[in-house]
């Protein structure tokens, strides 16, 4: 396709719009739990579609695919590891479809939950497997692939040189990190922000940043530390619509999109150029911080 990269359009100072959740917009939209939510682009495209248009219509100047679980690794855990290029194939090509010619489709690819440390797995394994996801997704028609999620440095720089080395695509990558008692913030396996940026740039990322895990709020600390080793590099946040809060046996996510819009000026002055929405988030929640960037 002929038009910019996103780290072109960003790097001319403009600030653009990811998309929000899949996940909790799947539940409510009816996957019931121990339901393959990737399976839905073959059997449920059009509710799949749905979803995508939304943000479109939202605002959103790029759009994530159905393929989160995509790997073969969280295939497996449905049967469907043969799969693996039908079903991502068609996340991208829903995508695709909903986002037109001229907006970005960037894929998403989430952790295989196999842990290098444990030997659950060999790297090269886990390389075949992103190579397979992300071979799949370029075909289907995505621009940019999203490595997110990740909380292992090892698992995340195998995604990029996989990417890397098998797609023409552009490679974003994204870390979840949890706030310690410290008061610092760390993913899930023990590092922190500026140490996973580092190995994820070393690989080769092209935009890089934080989903999932905090509030718009945190993720501003967050991208203050990013930018302590790179100030130029392109940083995505997808932030959560706060942080869950268990009622009624199921998560409430309490921050409103008018919560979030207001923050959206103190993210940009962190230094953030791309700024999307994670679990809890919808539509309202991209169109409120769509119209907070159009007033900066
Ligand atoms: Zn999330």
Redesign the pocket.
């Known amino acids: 396709m002929g038009k910019t990269k996103i780290s072109e359009a960003v790097s001319k100072g403009k600030v653009l719009i990811s998309d929000g959740?899949w996940?909790t917009f799947l539940q409510k939209k009816g996957l019931k739990p121990g339901e393959c939510p990737e399976l839905w682009c073959i059997d449920r495209p059009s509710d799949v579609l749905d979803i995508a248009k939304s943000y479109i219509d939202a605002g959103a100047d790029m759009i994530e695919t159905n393929s989160f679980g995509g790997t073969s690794f969280k295939l497996q855990h449905y049967g469907l590891e043969n799969r693996v290029m039908e079903i991502n194939e068609a996340s991208a090509k829903i995508s695709r479809k909903a986002a037109g010619e001229n907006k970005w489709v960037i894929a998403s690819v989430g952790p295989t939950g196999k842990m290098l440390i444990m030997g659950d797995v060999t790297e090269e394994e886990l390389y075949n497997a992103f190579k397979d996801q992300a071979i799949a997704l370029e075909k289907g028609g995505a621009d940019a692939i999203c490595i997110e999620?990740m909380s292992d440095i090892d698992e995340a720089t195998i995604a990029i040189k996989a990417v890397r080395e098998n797609t023409k695509c552009e490679i974003i990558c994204t870390f979840t990190f949890d706030k310690t008692v410290q008061g610092d913030y760390k993913t899930m396996m023990g590092f922190s922000p500026s140490e996973t940026i580092k190995a994820a740039l070393e690989a080769g990322a092209d935009i890089v940043g934080a989903?999932?895990?905090n509030g718009i709020l945190r993720m501003i600390d967050i991208v203050k530390e990013i930018r302590t080793v790179s100030k130029t590099i392109p940083v995505l946040v997808?932030a959560?619509a706060g942080l869950p809060q268990m009622i009624d046996g199921k998560d409430f996510f309490p921050d409103t999109p008018e919560m979030m819009r207001e923050q959206v000026k103190n993210l940009v002055a962190a230094g953030v150029n791309i700024i999307g929405g994670?679990?809890g988030t919808s539509p309202a929640h991209i169109k409120a911080m769509k119209e907070a960037v159009a007033a900066l």
């Open positions: 959740a996940g999620t989903n999932c895990g997808h959560n994670c679990c």
